[in-house]
T-cell receptor
Framework: EDQVTQSPEALRLQEGESSSLNCSYTVSGLRGLFWYRQDPGKGPEFLFTLYSAGEEKEKERLKATLTKKESFLHITAPKPEDSATYLCAFRRRDDKIIFGKGTRLHILP | DVKVTQSSRYLVKRTGEKVFLECVQDMDHENMFWYRQDPGLGLRLIYFSYDVKMKEKGDIPEGYSVSREKKERFSLILESASTNQTSMYLC?????????????FGSGTQLSVL
């Protein structure tokens, strides 16, 4: 069964303390791996799409990478405003977009 | 900016009531989706639509139906609300089927069924 697993479930970091969030997947014929950010009380907001192993995308303090088995969202020198839940998702063979359960990130000032 | 508007932010209903959740998008998007989000379960796809009057079942369609009479509007209907349908409901849209990974979400409707 195609699925994604995100770890850790929750992460607390000090401001400026870099770290990575993991999204491991077991998907036959991956047709895109996606990252979203969700703030409390809001819907998810699209961040990145990755299609092939070795691909990287960057936006401000965030960098997403993809291997054949997992994707990482690297956060460099985070700030309190980076606190959110980060979701990874993939396109299933039937074109449906399926989400992982997310990592709740909290950056302490 | 793309805007996806859900009609209610909070909703409280009684068991057995028929419930309508409305979603409107203003960017002429082809695709629209309904997800529910529960703690520990993440987002799960209920129904989606790639065109007016067209609908397809997601992974958890039981107890729900949808209506898409106009391109900009996608309604989720709970035929007879039950307590296990208490959840955050999120509507989303995307421009084309080929690029449907970039979903634009509304702010959600927190539904409580008592």
């Amino acid at each position: 069964e195609d699925q994604v697993t995100q770890s850790p479930e929750a992460l607390r970091l000090q401001e400026g303390e870099s770290s990575s969030l993991n999204c491991s997947y077991t998907v036959s014929g991956l047709r895109g791996l996606f990252w979203y950010r969700q703030d409390p009380g809001k819907g998810p907001e699209f961040l990145f799409t990755l299609y092939s192993a070795g691909e990287e995308k960057e936006k401000e303090r965030l960098k997403a990478t993809l291997t054949k088995k997992e994707s990482f969202l690297h956060i460099t020198a985070p700030k309190p405003e980076d606190s959110a839940t980060y979701l990874c998702a993939f396109r299933r063979r039937d074109d449906k977009i399926i989400f992982g359960k997310g990592t709740r990130l909290h950056i302490l000032p | 900016d793309v805007k996806v508007t859900q009609s209610s932010r909070y909703l409280v209903k009684r068991t057995g009531e028929k419930v309508f959740l409305e979603c409107v998008q203003d960017m002429d998007h082809e695709n629209m989706f309904w997800y529910r989000q529960d703690p520990g379960l993440g987002l799960r796809l209920i129904y989606f639509s790639y065109d007016v009057k067209m609908k397809e079942k997601g992974d958890i369609p039981e107890g729900y139906s949808v209506s898409r009479e106009k391109k900009e509007r996608f309604s989720l209907i709970l035929e007879s609300a039950s307590t296990n349908q208490t959840s955050m409901y999120l509507c989303a849209s995307s421009p084309l089927r080929a690029t449907n990974e970039k979903l634009f979400f509304g702010s959600g409707t927190q539904l409580s069924v008592l």
